[in-house]
């Protein structure tokens, strides 16, 4: 690190001959710089090599035999030479120092810039947001799972292929291991292939753009066999998945380690909570309802309406004092020797109606339409309204009569006389 140059914002260098740089992180947190990175570019007329280097680099040092394998693959993944290339740097990451080794003695130039609101951060941040609280909805999709067996194709291959082969690992041990080393190495490789993207999209894009299609038809293809999820169990599975993957993209989608593990709790809590809230507010609303004061509200009835509701409530009178009368309390003796029909009344009890047909039929020629009670009506109402039309029609020619006298005038009347 001391013979390297340390690298500001809004740094210029022009430089020909090798040398390394490193960018120390400012350990200060500021929310501004939530979404913010760092960009370096690299150009020349020249190719040239850049070369990260990081302590990881440094095989000697690694833990585990994961860190050791993918210490021994990152020495081997080491792009060819080109004349531009990009280094995106997280702010609060770790410090990032890398060496430009040109081929030829021509100058290249390193700049600096600072990117206040990166695009892909806050995309990731909110993807991840989106995709926590619609794991549910969107685990129950057909479409998206599509979508999700082409991307899990293409960014996990081995992975897909396992699952594709589940059937014929009879044990479940031997599948959850080879499962395991896969994650890893698809996870590896991904990582590879984001740090190279810009060297493999440049330098070899016919066969990025060959792989991206052929494994993507091909995943489609195989999904579509063997159709959307249908039981519970695989679609709470996959919904777990969707928002452990979620947590991922909110991680990774913001520059404060601190503000993602927060974001993560909130959204744990939220998804938490909203059982014990709803009933809260269940709750509240019983409680507001049966604490409030009913205010009496008046409502007219139609004539229908009205009709509707006599005919109901008779049924229900009815249906009550026979279920009255068949109890042990009726004083059934007292009653029958107070009845002029006592045959009448048990047949009434047992289901028979309350009014015989020979009523009904005197009550519609009485009441009905054509009867006479109607026709006493219509014609009391014709007659005093006949009575009403002379008085009144006197009573017009008296005034219309008077108003001819007060109308001739004074010369007529004195030539008659």
């Not at 753009?209 to 709470?236: D, K, M, N, W």
């Not at 047909?357 to 054509?370: M, R, S």
Request: glycine content about 4%; proline content about 4%; overall charge neutral.
């Amino acid at each position: 690190g001391k013979n390297c140059s340390l690298l500001q914002e809004m740094d210029v260098i022009q430089k020909q001959d090798e040398n390394c740089y490193c960018y120390v992180q400012n350990r200060t947190i500021h929310l501004q710089y939530l979404w913010s990175t760092l960009q370096i570019k690299v150009s020349s007329r020249e190719k040239f090599r850049f070369e990260p280097i990081s302590e990881k680099n440094n095989c000697r040092n690694s833990e585990t035999v994961f860190e050791f394998a993918a210490c021994a693959v990152q020495i081997l993944w080491k792009p060819e030479t080109c004349t531009e290339t990009f280094l995106s740097i997280r702010q609060y990451g770790e410090d990032v120092c890398f060496k430009i080794q040109p081929f030829k003695i021509e100058p290249y130039i390193v700049r600096v810039k600072r990117e206040m609101l990166d695009g892909k951060l806050l995309f990731l941040f909110v993807a991840g947001i989106f995709l926590f609280h619609f794991a549910n909805s969107l685990s129950r999709s057909a479409k998206f799972f599509y979508l999700s067996g082409i991307i899990l194709g293409v960014l996990a291959l081995l992975v897909f292929v396992l699952l594709t082969l589940k059937r014929f690992i009879p044990r479940h041990s031997t599948f959850w291991i080879l499962m395991s080393g896969s994650w890893m190495i698809s996870l590896y490789f991904i990582y590879c292939f984001k740090e190279n993207i810009q060297w493999l999209w440049s330098e070899h894009k016919n066969y990025v753009l060959g792989y991206f299609l052929a494994v993507g038809i091909t995943s489609f293809a195989i999904c579509y066999q063997h159709g959307p999820l249908t039981t519970e169990l695989s679609i709470t599975l996959f919904t777990w998945t969707l928002q452990l993957t979620a947590f991922v993209l909110i991680y990774f989608g913001v520059t404060i380690p601190q503000v993602a593990y927060a974001v993560i709790a909130i959204s744990l809590c939220s998804k938490g909570l909203c059982y014990p809230l709803g009933a809260a507010c269940h709750i509240a609303r019983k409680m507001k309802h049966a604490f409030k004061s009913k205010k009496l509200v008046f409502k007219y009835l139609t004539e229908e309406e009205y009709r509707e509701q006599g005919e109901s409530e008779t049924i229900r009178a009815l249906e009550e004092l026979r279920s009255f009368c068949r109890s042990p309390d009726f004083p059934s003796w007292i009653a029958i020797s107070k009845l002029q029909a006592p045959h009448r009344f048990a047949a009434f009890v047992l289901g028979s109606p309350h009014v015989s047909p020979a009523e009904t039929k005197a009550h519609d020629e009485q009441y009905g339409i054509g009867s006479s009670f109607l026709e006493e009506q219509l014609f009391e109402t014709r007659a005093q309204s006949e009575q009403d039309e002379p008085a009144n029609s006197v009573h017009e020619e008296d005034e219309n009569e008077n108003e001819m006298h007060t109308q001739i005038p004074f010369p007529y009347a004195t030539e008659l006389l």
